[in-house]
């Protein structure tokens, strides 16, 4: 039963949305979610063919790629309907799914190694409960996707009435500075350790162009000029457990006590 003093956050059934798909529709769309998988997969090279949680990941964006690449997928949706896209994938044992609620996610402390949750953090009211939530499910590593207010986000208001009618289901987003995310993550026990900037031009004049090799030729120029390492968004963030409590969850496995140790950060 759920609270209705408490806010019910259910960014994520319009982002696994068919209608929400449809803004990466097209030779435009695919090149753009490609860019985004590359760094993904890039990132978790290390650990190949492991386990990971993709948190409001009905979308498909990451686990389709995941699930060629090798890796255990477990994705979690607020509501059946976050399946829809994915569930291809489930029914053929490619993955699983996991419907429960994003502030309280139904999952043990410490129960997965890497934690990934894409298009979800900007849409959500209560952002800090969220990471709070991530940071207790994961055990090594987690992956994030924000839009950065240090980027030609800044004009994002004025663009926005064009935004919506180009796109139609352009939905309100929070823009983020790396520091405020960086310092909740920080209070949970994770570190940044790297963050890639995707794009420095704004993705709605991509989509106006409507072309991924003149989009590609300019990205590349403004990458090569230094323009998207200083203001290029959205950021992919890569996080990792501090040496300090990844050494204090070790001695709880060791002593039986994992689960309540893990629960006090």
Known sequence: MVNSAEPLEN????????????????????????????????????????????????????????????????VHG????????????????????????????????????????????????????LISELCRVATRRIIIDYPTSLSLNVISGGLFSFKKKLEGNTRTWRLFKPQELEAVFQRHGFRCKRQQKQFFLPMVLHRVLR?????????????????????????IMELERGEKLKTEMDCGERNGTHESRVQTF
Not at 80 to 100: H, K, M, T, Y
Not at 226 to 235: A, E, K, N
Request: aromatic share 6%; proline share 6%.
């Open 211 to 235: 072309c991924p090799t003149l989009s590609a030729i300019l990205e590349g120029i403004c990458r090569s000029l230094g323009l998207t390492r200083l203001w290029g968004s959205p950021v």
């Open 78 to 129: 607020s509501a059946p309907e976050c399946a829809v896209r994915i569930g291809d994938l489930v029914d053929s044992g490619s993955c699983q799914f996991v419907c429960g609620p994003i502030l309280t996610l139904p999952f043990k402390s410490a129960s997965t190694e890497t934690v990934l949750c894409f298009r979800l953090i900007t849409h959500c009211t209560e952002w800090e409960k």
């Open 11 to 74: 960014a994520d059934i319009e982002t696994a949305s068919e209608g929400y798909a449809q803004r990466f529709s097209g030779p435009i769309g695919m090149w753009m979610l490609q860019c985004q998988t590359r760094i993904v997969l890039n990132m978790l090279k290390d650990t190949p063919r492991s386990a990971v949680l993709d948190i409001g990941g009905g979308h498909a964006q990451l686990a389709r790629p995941l699930v060629e690449a090798g890796f255990s997928v477990t």
